[in-house]
């Protein structure tokens, strides 16, 4: 067995001057034992000479093979010096084999490579450097990583370029670097323990990624691919990722509430140009007079804040009419029921069911928006009894001139205004319901509740069965 030893296990300059020597002496990879440190000599019997020919043949490799052999030596595979040494070789006679990709010995350095780039870029993402105890503004700052190769020399440009201006070391179980400001060395493996658990800004920084998390953008698989778990123990805000992601369903939620404004000034102008509608309710003949008797209702105080009064819409000879709690605020800025979130939730869970939106009237048990003001955001808030029965009168006249052959109640609200009785929702659900005159009534939950569920789990279970609740509306109504 030949020896060739290297000054540790990522030299590639050393790596590089040894292959070179071995394969002009014509030694074949399998006979080569690769010494990164003092220790491996103990492992074989060995000859430190190998024999070297006259070099009367030079060796030709691409630029793209040195650039291959860079990242591949920084590999942990024991075998990457013996895999090299072998490419070198076949490139002699296969100039071309790099573009080989389908070439197993190829395929392999390449995975290799791409390996140590990967690690190399999660070393320069996930370092988190923590001041000493009694640093001043410059450092001394520690920091503490487990790279998965031997990439630390590699990554040294990359700190020091990035923080030339700090006094700094990062420790790892491979060695260490150390930069004083004019230049950096190299030190022997460290443990965590050697780095600081925290510092003064640590709680800023925390406040800072708190704040700065985006729940509605939340996508864990891709997050977990770009900041893998196994780095999430030495970073000091993994402590706050498994609870933004439990809560990122009910935050985006929230959003989605708290993103509303106070309609725009040129909304309230138009308002107010728009021409005096009949307000004798006792005259209204037609679904059209209702429609236009309901902007200037003043039956609850709901009026007093609301944009406008949002009436239903749809086919007035629809076989289907559903009634939801009421407008939030896209709604009451456009004037149209079911147009925001729990709007869009309620299209595509129809289009499952097999039911066309267009051909069904859809309207809500109270026809203004009620919210809470914050700043100049609005914030939904549940119509109380009071609201609900003074718009029974729209939603009586509504169910009189659509006269549909099925009526569905989206959630709690909506499935009182219709019966009158606050019973429970859930045990609704799933009984044979009608209305006064006969109507048969179905009750399912609001749209908005499945936007509401934290769990993706449960939200893509609740979606189910609200999509099945929907299916039997279909079925219903277009039964012979």
Not at 6 to 13: E, T, V, W
Not at 420 to 439: F, M, N, P, V, Y
């Amino acid at each position: 067995m030949i020896a060739a030893r290297l000054n540790g296990p990522a030299d590639f300059a050393g790596w590089r001057r040894e292959a070179r020597r071995l394969a002009l002496a014509g030694i074949r990879p399998e006979a080569v034992a690769w010494l990164t440190s003092d220790d491996d000599a103990g492992l074989f019997a060995i000859d430190n000479a190998a024999p070297i020919a006259g070099e009367t043949t030079a060796l030709t490799v691409s630029r793209r093979f040195i650039e291959l052999a860079e990242n591949v030596v920084c590999h942990r595979d024991g075998g990457r010096f013996v895999l090299l040494h072998r490419l070198l070789l076949r490139l002699q006679d296969e100039p071309h084999l790099l573009d080989n990709a389908a070439d197993s010995e190829v395929a392999r350095a390449e995975a290799m490579a791409r390996s140590v780039r990967r690690d190399l870029h999660k070393m320069t993402a996930f370092v988190r450097f923590r001041a000493v105890s009694g640093a001043g503004e410059d450092g001394p700052f520690i920091a503490w990583f487990e790279p998965e190769h031997f990439i630390l020399e590699r990554a040294a440009s990359f700190f020091t370029g990035r923080f030339a201006g700090m006094i700094w070391s990062i420790m790892t179980p491979q060695g260490s670097l150390h930069w004083d400001g004019t230049a950096l060395k190299l030190g022997p493996a460290a443990s965590k323990n050697d780095a600081p658990d925290g510092d003064a800004m640590e709680a800023y920084w925390l406040a800072y990624y708190a704040n700065i998390f985006n729940p509605a953008r939340l996508k864990p698989k891709a997050m977990k691919s770009e900041m893998p778990v196994k780095y999430w123990r030495n970073l000091p805000e993994a402590e706050l990722i498994v609870p933004l992601i439990a809560s990122a369903a009910r935050r985006a939620e929230d959003m989605v509430m708290r993103a509303p404004t106070q309609p725009p000034a040129r909304h309230v102008r138009q308002l107010r140009h728009r021409p005096e509608l009949p307000a004798d309710e006792s005259a209204i003949t037609s679904w059209q007079d209702a429609a236009a008797a309901a902007q200037r209702c003043t039956r609850c105080d709901l009026h007093c804040h609301a944009t406008q009064t949002v009436f239903g819409e749809g086919p007035l000879d629809a076989r289907v009419l559903f009634v939801g709690e009421q407008p939030g605020d896209q709604e009451d800025l456009a004037g149209q029921p079911f147009v925001g979130p729990a709007g869009q939730v309620f299209d595509r869970a129809m289009k499952e069911a097999g039911l066309d939106r267009a051909r069904a009237y859809v309207t809500n048990a109270v026809k203004h928006f009620k919210f809470q003001l914050r700043g100049k955001r609005r914030i939904h808030e549940k119509p109380n009894v009071g609201a609900i029965k003074a718009c029974r009168f729209w939603l009586d006249l509504e169910l009189q001139f659509v006269k549909p052959r099925l009526v569905v109640a989206l959630g709690a609200s909506a499935l009182r205004s219709l019966t009158g009785h606050a019973g429970s929702l859930a045990s609704a659900r799933d009984r044979e319901l009608a209305l006064e005159d006969g109507t048969p009534l179905l009750a399912t939950v609001h749209p908005s509740f499945l936007l509401r569920l934290p769990d993706e789990e449960v939200r893509s279970r609740e979606h189910a069965r609200f999509v099945a609740d929907l299916t039997r509306v279909q079925q219903r109504i277009f039964r012979h």
